[in-house]
């Protein structure tokens, strides 16, 4: 079952609910497009049975938020992205574009798991992203202060331009950073993404991995602007069972 709003598509879970993805669409898309999309993507496995995403872990709740639409300076017209920015090629260039709209879209995400933590600690909760999305993700991640979250998926992307020293402050020089980087990291980027050069997913690889981050990197000879399948859909699968059982595993020893 799925719900939708003016800003949300959530599809619901087909079990009892005990995870979510928080997933954010790329640049000139929306949520619902996105979300159609992504579940079109396929896992090699279990043969001869269905493996989307939502077959395989029927406990999520899938959300997908929509950005706004925001006056692309470049392009000189309205269009749906998180924040405006003069390059993807080139994030750096122009970077004052991009404080804006990523002020406003943080405040919104942050929204949304406020949300989520209504029905699961945000422990349950992953955060994820494809390309200007990840890189928002980025920046609610270091807005949404030391709570641990399940994990972090991010396809295609790279670090915003826009955050500055003082976005990293309180991760930086207080103990609450520990439980933020404690947050395991998924990258994916294929070698033939036209969009969204691979360095750029590299140089995103080397920023968390600089901050003591545990970065999952992969990268795949082909798969463009999107999730490479099934190669790149079996990853994010195995990322996200893998982690959520390891918050099963912590859970029933606390609890014993």
């Not at 079952?1 to 079990?15: I, L, Q």
């Not at 709209?101 to 989520?116: K, P, R, T």
């Not at 404690?182 to 980027?189: C, D, I």
Request: glycine share 8%; net charge negative.
């Amino acid at each position: 079952m799925a719900n939708d709003n003016n800003t949300t598509y959530t599809v619901e879970p087909r079990a009892a609910h005990t995870h979510t993805v928080i997933f954010l669409h790329g640049r000139d898309s929306n949520c619902r497009e996105f979300a159609s999309e992504l579940f079109e993507s396929e896992a090699s496995e279990p043969a001869n049975q269905p493996r989307t995403l939502p077959d395989l872990f029927p406990g999520i709740r899938w959300v997908f938020p929509s950005a706004p639409t925001l006056q692309s300076e470049r392009f000189g017209t309205g269009m749906s992205q998180w924040f405006d920015m003069w390059s993807v090629e080139t994030p750096v260039e122009r970077s004052e574009l991009q404080r804006p709209g990523l002020d406003q879209s943080v405040e919104q995400i942050l929204g949304v798991i406020q949300e989520e933590e209504m029905s699961v600690p945000r422990k349950r909760i992953f955060l994820a992203g494809i390309s200007q999305g990840f890189a928002t993700v980025t920046a609610v991640l270091f807005a949404a202060g030391p709570k641990r979250f399940a994990g972090l998926i991010g396809l295609c992307s790279w670090f915003p331009a826009a955050l500055r020293a003082e976005d990293f402050l309180s991760f930086e020089d207080t103990s609450d950073g520990k439980s933020t980087r404690s947050t395991p990291v998924f990258l994916g980027h294929s070698i033939d993404d036209e969009v969204v050069p691979i360095k750029n997913g590299r140089d995103l690889r080397d920023t968390f991995q600089s901050r003591r981050f545990q970065v999952e990197w992969r990268e795949y000879e082909d798969g463009g602007h999107w999730v490479n399948e099934p190669r790149g859909v079996d990853d994010i699968a195995r990322f996200i069972r893998i982690h959520s059982h390891m918050l099963d595993k912590s859970s029933r020893r606390s609890e014993g």
